[in-house]
């Protein structure tokens, strides 16, 4: 924190203690490609970069003492992009892990997937398994990586888990509430964000927490993902914390 104070003096030391530290931040990264060919560049640069952006972040979320940070990496729609694209990412992927398990381990973060893991590369499925396990105990910060997740086939899963255990007989129709559809959500044990930001100038969540975000607030970037860095984290922590959260009531 006074790394980044040293290197944005307009923010003062009011504004760091007005702060509201929502519990979980969840952020679509977003504009990579866009960042690339505005350069000049392959889509696939724009992913590489994009990654320098994760540490950054991360390291910041874990000086604010954010507990749960949710990043989307890669959407059910994203099979759709051309298969060396598919296929960098994926190979990105397995880099970040073998490049970051030193500092999840030092610095005690949990990771999580939410989504359909098995859809994911044999090799990249075991290093993901295996850095999921060695780091389940870890309470410093929550990091869940949304991966091959869409909301829509999120709730579609949920519903049909639903279904089955009232056609066994283990659950009644009477007994569904908000309670039983968020446990058969990727996200049952995980408070719903409190903000979620998008990056790259998009206004739209594009099926990303259907469920989750009813009461998020969001905050717009129009900063590309590959340039997000704590002063742009810090901006929108600072319009959260000058919102007021009803929840539908009045106060």
Known sequence: ????????????????????????????????????????????????????????????????????????????????????????LMNLLEKYIDNEKANFMKNRIRLRILGNLEDIPVKVRKKLKTLIEETKDFDKLNLNIALSYGGREELIGAFKNISDKIVSGVLSRDEIDDHVIKSHLFTADIPDPDLIIRTSGEFRLSNFFIWQSAYSELFFSTVFWPDFRPEHFFEALLHYSQRERRFGGIQ
């Open 1 to 88: 924190m006074n790394s980044f104070l040293k290197r944005n003096p307009t923010y003062s030391k009011y504004d760091i203690d007005a702060l509201k530290i929502p519990s979980h931040v969840a952020i679509i990264m977003d504009g990579n490609g866009r960042w690339a060919k505005a350069r000049g560049k392959r889509r696939i640069h724009g992913h590489a970069q994009g990654v320098k952006s994760i540490r950054a972040i991360l390291d910041f979320a874990g000086d604010l003492k954010i507990t749960h940070l949710t990043l989307w990496a890669f959407s059910t729609d994203n099979w759709k992009r051309p298969k060396y694209e598919v296929s960098f």
